[in-house]
């Protein structure tokens, strides 16, 4: 028998990479589901930047220092200037 069959097959690293994939795909479609996305991927400059480009005020969910770092701010301030105050 199998030790652990709940294993076999299933290589942490390429799952975590589609499960970033689907979330980068969420958030580039609806900005606004940053707020339900992992901690670790709030934190994911690439995924918080396609949030922002798409809804500004996705801002609040991102890490503090995404909130404070020129090119995300910029983005989300370009496709709503209320998202400012979210700033870090």
Do not use: C, I
């Amino acid at each position: 028998g199998l030790e652990n069959p709940t294993a076999v097959g299933v290589d942490p690293e390429a799952s975590e990479t589609a499960d970033r994939q689907r979330w980068l795909r969420r958030v580039t479609r609806d900005g606004w589901r940053l707020a339900d996305a992992p901690h670790e991927l709030r934190a994911d400059r690439e995924v918080v930047l396609a949030a922002v480009s798409q809804y500004g005020l996705a801002l609040e969910h991102a890490s503090e220092s995404l909130r404070a770092d020129r090119d995300v701010v910029k983005a989300a301030l370009g496709q709503d200037p209320w998202a400012g105050q979210f700033m870090a």
